[in-house]
């Protein structure tokens, strides 16, 4: 089992940049494939990102490719989500995700076993 909790969010302006962190605790954090989501105001939950268990593979949605980078810290059992270029379509808050038992659906809700408390990003226009 694991336990996440997420930080880093905040109220920006159009074009800022923030970063999100992750801290995991609980045992074999590299054993978890990771992701984050985020649940506008409304709206359902939706995948954002995802890394695999040593991060050399990445996934993102489209809407935010080439803003956004995530990446892990095995040795630090955290999890990051660089966001560039903020919009206000951006704003939401964000959660990260565990996956125990990667099967190969990184942008499906219901892959991740574990999920974090969420952190609000807004972004004004």
């Known amino acids: 089992q694991v336990q996440l909790v997420e930080s880093g969010g905040g109220l920006v302006q159009t074009g800022d940049s923030l970063r999100l962190s992750c801290a995991a605790s609980?045992?074999?954090?590299?054993?978890?494939?990771m992701g984050w989501f985020r649940q506008a105001p409304g709206k359902e939950r939706e995948f954002v990102a995802a890394?695999?268990?040593?991060?050399?593979?990445?996934y993102y949605v489209d809407s935010v490719k080439g803003r956004f980078t995530i990446s892990r810290e095995n040795a630090k059992n955290t999890v990051y989500l660089q966001m560039n270029s903020l919009k206000p379509e951006d704003t939401a808050v964000y959660f990260c995700?565990?996956?125990?038992?990667?099967?190969?659906?990184?942008?499906?809700?219901?892959?991740?076993?574990?999920w974090g408390q969420g952190t609000q990003v807004t972004v004004s226009s």
């Open positions: 995700a565990a996956d125990p038992n990667y099967s190969g659906s990184y942008s499906w809700i219901g892959a991740y076993d574990y």
């Open positions: 890394v695999s268990w040593s991060g050399t593979t990445t």
């Open positions: 609980g045992r074999s954090f590299s054993s978890y494939f």
